[in-house]
């Protein structure tokens, strides 16, 4: 039972660059989420899918698009990728999405961009 | 607005001591409150949650957190701490986003720093 994983771990960018993080649970969870860790902002949601066919976006959805490509597995992608998209992702994932389950984090890629 | 807060950016405190992380909430309706830890290069793990009941939760590492309605607030305790326990610690709080969508914020964190 791995939990919540993430690939990759580590990835530079050039500015305009594309690529997708991905992530996949193995917990038969609902609900899935995207967020971003800046130094001294905590955790901001960037996109959510509360079930397998739906995702929604979060705070700070600018720059980003999302697949829910099955239960299991949320993808994150970013088309042109820029400065202010250095961060440090998390996918997540919970039972539900109405607020009362708590969520399982994968270990994070840090993404640096040119 | 609803939101939730950690007031202080880093609490220092004396292994054996006992420690205490301030989290304060708002929000419309009966509020969900978690704690999370997040260790150096890891993801955020759950530590507990109060959604209803008792108003002192136990949780995981003999972690608390006492729940005040009157002061909306999910104070973390632990009664003696350990060197271990130094981590980032984020409150996250159920806000509602529209009458029946709802959504998880998380508080800026605080930095739990234990000196042998």
């Known amino acids: 039972n791995a939990g919540v994983t993430q690939t990759p771990k580590f990835q530079v960018l050039k500015t305009g660059q594309s690529m997708t993080l991905q992530c996949a649970q193995d917990?038969?969870?609902?609900?899935m989420y995207w967020y971003r860790q800046d130094p001294g902002m905590g955790l901001r949601l960037i996109y959510y899918s509360a079930s397998e066919g739906t995702t929604d976006k979060g705070e700070v959805p600018n720059g980003y698009n999302v697949s829910r490509l099955n239960k299991r597995e949320f993808s994150l992608r970013l088309e042109s990728a820029a400065p202010s998209q250095t961060s440090v992702y998390f996918c997540?994932?919970?039972?539900?999405?109405?607020?009362?389950?708590?969520?399982?984090f994968g270990p994070g890629t840090r993404l640096t961009v040119t | 607005a609803q939101s939730v807060a950690q007031p202080e950016d880093q609490v220092n405190v004396a292994e054996g001591n006992p420690l205490t992380v301030k989290c304060t909430y708002s929000v419309s309706g009966n509020p969900y409150l978690f704690w999370y830890v997040q260790y150096p290069n890891r993801g955020l793990q759950f530590l507990l949650k109060?959604?209803?009941?008792?108003?002192l939760v136990k949780g995981s590492y003999g972690f608390e957190a006492e729940f005040n309605k009157s002061q909306t607030s999910f104070h973390l305790k632990k009664p003696s701490a350990l060197v271990s326990d130094s981590a980032l610690y984020f409150c996250?709080?159920?806000?509602?986003?529209?009458?029946?969508?709802?959504?998880?914020?998380f508080g800026s964190g605080t930095r739990l720093s234990i000196r042998p």
């Open positions: 917990m038969n969870h609902n609900s």
């Open positions: 109060y959604i209803t009941g008792d108003n």
């Open positions: 997540a994932s919970s039972r539900t999405h109405e607020g009362s389950y708590e969520q399982y």
């Open positions: 996250a709080v159920r806000v509602f986003a529209s009458s029946s969508a709802s959504k998880i914020i």
